[in-house]
């Protein structure tokens, strides 16, 4: 009895084992595919992208063998392939052959691009079909679409004596830039995608008109996330003690470690180490302005959503007008204040000689974002608000006579917050400091 039990197991298991094997070349089988189109993000030419994948499905009853799969334009287009773990070889014609998918079964494909230069400033359509041949004849094809844009590269810069940087095509940085001391290094007009790692170190003199910088990175996280929205992905800009004389104008500064940092120096009470004019710093993961013992001066900035401090302000002297400071950083509830300053680091007493702050809108999530801290010495803690919106408690103390023309927010304000703004999309990462038309901000901040 037992020899017959074992008979019919093992009878029944080959009878599944056939079945599962049932391949068809019937001609109205089809394959279908989680994507008719697969969209890659924007690349560098001559850079490899990030590999993307989609699944191809066998929903029939039988087994389909596919006599090939190959790419129609075979090693034209800079498309690599792997099927199901075997690559499409651009010595056999960039096809693969004699692959099978199962009944009820999925294979996954892997794509990747490496696209040889345009010749052209804008990005350009790259596009290639990956063509499924089954055994029946039949061809089913998914489409392999991306945008390609030349770059610029550079790695390592020195600059040396005064050294201009201008190009219409973005520029990729590897490794960083350093401008050493007594040196100039002059940026106009261009986008500077820093590769990770990547920052300017400044012990000279830095001048930056009308430029992007950013990180690399052109591909997403998730779906609904590019990188580009995501703080951390490069060092960000350090102005060391030597450097002197530094302006940054009409420039956006966003997604870096720690955006713009000046060490402490001799401090100059006549001339500006720093002027910063109609510029943005967003979403750092550290600090988006950190000036220590600095003598700065700006205008008409906006400085948003930083894990630390938007603005940091450590004694030195500081005249700031007409900017916008709102701390929506998302990546963490531990974030720090939108303008912070204070009259020592460390064990240092570092004097505040004058913090002025005229026109600015100051808010965020928390109740209070505006910090001022002072140890009992007698190092200078010099400050005054002027004609701004700041949300913080009232200072009822003798204290209040440095806070003229102020408007006090509260989270109880029926115009507060993040309603100030045209955009604060949380879900998306998605946001426009330009004021709302029902805010009460109208006629201060840098989008008056």
């Not at 089988?29 to 994507?35: D, G, P």
């Not at 063509?131 to 061809?139: D, W």
């Not at 992905?233 to 500064?253: A, D, F, P």
């Not at 180490?273 to 950190?290: D, F, P, S, T, W």
Request: with cysteine.
């Amino acid at each position: 009895m037992k020899r017959i039990f074992y008979f019919l197991t093992i009878m029944t298991l080959l009878v599944a084992c056939s079945d599962d094997d049932n391949f068809s070349s019937a001609g109205g089988l089809r394959l279908t595919f989680s994507t008719d189109t697969l969209k890659m993000d924007t690349v560098f030419s001559k850079t490899p992208s990030a590999t993307y994948t989609f699944w191809v499905h066998n929903d029939n009853d039988d087994g389909i063998r596919l006599q090939s799969v190959r790419l129609a334009k075979k090693n034209q287009t800079g498309f690599r392939v792997n099927v199901d773990g075997s690559y499409l070889d651009n010595a056999l014609g960039s096809q693969v052959s004699d692959l099978e998918v199962r009944r009820g079964d999925s294979i996954l494909v892997f794509v990747e691009l490496t696209s040889t230069e345009t010749g052209q400033t804008e990005p350009k359509l790259i596009e290639d079909d990956l063509v499924f041949q089954l055994e029946s004849g039949l061809e089913q094809k998914v489409n392999l679409r991306a945008w390609s844009w030349d770059a610029v590269k550079m790695y390592d810069v020195v600059i040396e004596g005064e050294q201009t940087i201008e190009s219409a095509t973005p520029i990729i940085i590897y490794g960083g830039i350093t401008v050493p001391e007594g040196r100039r290094l002059n940026l106009r007009n261009s986008t500077l995608y820093f590769h990770d790692g990547a920052g300017i170190e400044c012990y000279g003199t830095l001048v930056i008109e009308n430029c992007v910088l950013r990180g690399d990175r052109l591909d997403r996280m998730f779906d609904y996330l590019p990188y580009d929205r995501v703080s951390g992905q490069w060092k960000g800009i350090h102005l060391y003690e030597s450097s002197m004389t530094c302006r940054v104008s009409n420039t956006e500064i966003r997604n870096a470690e720690n955006a713009l940092v000046l060490d402490s120096a001799a401090l100059d009470t006549e001339n500006a180490r720093l002027g910063m004019g109609n510029c943005i710093i967003h979403n750092a993961e550290g600090y988006g302005l950190k000036a220590v013992n600095s003598n700065i001066y700006i205008a008409n900035c906006q400085f948003t959503n930083t894990l630390d401090d938007c603005v940091l302000i450590v004694g030195g002297i500081a005249d700031i007008n007409y900017c916008t400071m709102a701390q929506f950083y998302p990546f963490s509830a531990e974030r720090g204040a939108a303008l912070r300053f204070v009259n020592y680091e460390g064990d240092n007493d570092i004097p505040l000689l004058k913090l002025r702050c005229d026109g600015i809108i100051l808010t965020g999530y928390e109740s209070d974002v505006l910090m001022g801290g002072v140890r009992d010495t007698i190092a200078a803690f010099e400050y005054q608000f002027v004609n701004s919106l700041l949300r913080t408690p009232k200072v009822d103390t003798a204290d209040s006579v440095r806070f003229v023309n102020v408007r006090w927010e509260t989270p109880k304000d029926s115009i507060q917050g993040k309603q100030h703004f045209k955009v604060i999309d949380e879900d998306n990462l998605i946001y426009d400091f330009h004021l709302d038309s029902l805010s009460t901000a109208h006629g201060i901040g840098c989008y008056r």
